[in-house]
T-cell receptor, first 114, second 113 residues
Framework: ETGVTQTPRHLVMGMTNKKSLKCEQHLGHNAMYWYKQSAKKPLELMFVYNFKEQTENNSVPSRFSPECPNSSHLFLHLHTLQPEDSALYLC?????????????FGNGTRLTVT | EDQVTQSPEALRLQEGESSSLNCSYTVSGLRGLFWYRQDPGKGPEFLFTLYSAGEEKEKERLKATLTKKESFLHITAPKPEDSATYLCAVDSLSMDSNYQLIWGAGTKLIIKP
């Protein structure tokens, strides 16, 4: 496989459930990101990992917990979510952090919290 | 406060009808401006990076231009397959982080055959 792969594509979970989103990049990039995309709103950066180290946590609630075991894999662990957390969650990677490295996105996980 | 605004929110064109999408920005200093295309059910796909006023980039029917206040994405003789949401993002010198982009909300482009 090439590019950035996200699983699952769709997820429905109750407010008391625990689930995880998975992202894998096959591009040899050093930086990985989690973004949240809500309808008609700008993309919101959630977390950034550079060489497996978390370098940005954009004031995200603790019910979202990221994990980056290596530079190719990124997880987003979810627990006790709220209905307003329903959105498209996008994973992205880039060769390095900074404006000279375009982002490569996966196709996202559509999350619905009931 | 740094801000990026895209207009119009949605644009419907006939096939072959050329037009432009606008991305206006208010930032203290521009490091780069990016255009992405997003198809339904998919993640954004990188199109262009522009760094300084006067710069232009082209790809097939798309041409991106940059001034000190805004960027335009010109679409010449569009085809139905150009239908997508086009996103603009800015990297501002005022941002402490190298990772923070300021994103617009996007323009949904629909090309009717």
């Amino acid at each position: 496989e090439t590019g950035v792969t996200q699983t699952p594509r769709h997820l429905v979970m109750g407010m008391t459930n625990k689930k995880s989103l998975k992202c894998e990049q096959h591009l040899g990039h050093n930086a990985m990101y989690w973004y949240k995309q809500s309808a008609k709103k700008p993309l919101e950066l959630m977390f950034v990992y550079n060489f497996k180290e978390q370098t940005e946590n954009n004031s995200v609630p603790s019910r979202f917990s990221p994990e980056c075991p290596n530079s190719s894999h990124l997880f987003l662990h979810l627990h006790t979510l709220q209905p307003e957390d329903s959105a498209l969650y996008l994973c992205a990677s880039s060769q390095e952090t900074g404006y000279n490295s375009p982002l490569h996105f996966g196709n996202g996980t559509r999350l619905t919290v009931t | 406060e740094d801000q990026v605004t895209q207009s119009p929110e949605a644009l419907r064109l006939q096939e072959g009808e050329s037009s432009s999408l606008n991305c206006s920005y208010t930032v203290s200093g521009l490091r780069g401006l990016f255009w992405y295309r997003q198809d339904p059910g998919k993640g954004p796909e990188f199109l262009f990076t522009l760094y300084s006023a006067g710069e232009e980039k082209e790809k097939e029917r798309l041409k991106a231009t940059l001034t000190k206040k805004e960027s335009f994405l010109h679409i010449t003789a569009p085809k139905p397959e150009d239908s997508a949401t086009y996103l603009c993002a800015v990297d501002s010198l005022s941002m402490d982080s190298n990772y923070q982009l300021i994103w617009g909300a996007g323009t949904k482009l629909i090309i009717k055959p």
